[in-house]
Every structure is written in C-alpha cells, then in structure tokens.
C-alpha cells in the first residue's frame, strides 16, 4: 500500500486520520516523546495489524492514550483515587498508569487484566485524541530499532505498511515516561522516567 503523508497544520490532518483510524487502519503521529503509531483500541484486527507492522511480539501489552481523563471510562472500570491524583497533577505528561481494564477490550491489547494508559503533553497529539478517543499507540519503528524522532524515520521503517503518517516536525525524544501500577492498594512504581520516585511519592503523601 502507500503510505499518506500529511502535515499536522493541514487543515484536513485530523480528518483523514479519524478515517483512517475508523477503517482499521494505522496512523503514525508526533507526540512529546517520538512519533506513535496508532489503531482503533476497540479493533482487534487493527490491532493485529499494528503488531504485525512493527513485527513485535504479541505478548507485549500496548498501551492506550487519551485525550483528556473523561476518556477513561471506555478503558478502565474505574480509576483508584491514587490514580486520580497522579493524573491531575501530571496530566498530560510523562506517566503511564497501570489500570484494570475493562473485559470487552480486544485481547490482542493486552493478555494481563491491566492497561497502561497515558496522555500525551503535545498540542496536535491531545487535539487528535480527543476527536478520535482513546488510541491503542506504541512506537512507530519496528520492535527493537532506532526511535522515530521524524516523519522520515517512520517512513523508513514502516512505510507501505501504514496508511497514514501525519508529519509534525522533529519530536524531542528524551526521557520515557514513568510507569505507575495502580491496580494494587500500594501503588508501585515499575519504571522511574521522566517523573522522579520523590515526585510521584509527594502526591500520595508517602
């Protein structure tokens, strides 16, 4: 297939997205780390399909982003009250929350009862979430090679496999995010990122 590119200033980017994405298909996208790649987290074979461009391993989780918090009642049964208060103070940004996820999620997302979910501290990315909804998004490059920092690295690795790329310039890379598991009364930190221990601990008040 071809791959589109579009600029993220087109005034039609978001558009062909949302009908791309509703087809089942793969868009690749800027964020406030590299560029992601994103299917309908509702479609199982999208989801198949973003497994197998990237060549990963089905037994690695995706995560899901969103574009603002009332988003999360389509992918979550409901939020712990930690969890509540990590989000308000570092969303959007770099934490991933660990949360039990609803059942009728596709399998292929994720084979634990837990999703990680995240919202993204970049314009254009949280103006297309919140038009299309939650976002099934990993890292648009091919499991285990170099992060996508540009249009053209996407391209490199995953073009005539995706439909879409919409070019936002260069992203800034960087630290990941820290990853908080929130299913357990004792939240535990499972990656420390870009937001320190101390931070995450100064909101729980431990």
């Not at 087109?10 to 793969?26: E, F, S």
Request: with cysteine; aromatic share 4%.
């Amino acid at each position: 297939m071809e791959t589109t590119i579009l600029s993220t200033t087109d005034p039609q980017a978001i558009q062909a997205a949302l009908q791309v994405l509703q087809n089942g298909g793969l868009v690749a996208f800027p964020t406030d780390t590299v560029y992601g790649l994103a299917a309908d987290p509702f479609n199982s074979v999208a989801i198949e399909r973003l497994y197998a461009a990237k060549e990963r391993d089905m037994s690695k989780a995706i995560a899901v982003l969103v574009g603002e918090v009332e988003q999360l009642v389509q992918i979550t049964p409901g939020l712990p009250t930690q969890a509540e208060a990590l989000a308000a103070r570092f969303w959007p940004g770099a934490l991933t929350l660990v949360v039990s996820r609803r059942p009728e999620l596709p399998a292929q997302l994720s084979t634990l009862p837990t999703i990680g979910v995240r919202m993204p501290d970049h314009p254009f990315a949280l103006n297309l979430l919140q038009a299309s909804g939650p976002l099934a998004t990993t890292s648009a490059n091919r499991s285990g090679a170099d992060n996508p920092l540009t249009a053209a690295d996407v391209l490199d690795q995953l073009g005539r496999r995706i439909e879409l790329v919409l070019d936002g310039g260069t992203c800034p890379g960087g630290v990941p995010s820290t990853v908080v598991d929130c299913t357990i009364p004792d939240v535990r930190i499972l990656r420390e990122g870009a937001i320190s221990v101390e931070a995450i601990r100064a909101v729980l008040g431990n």
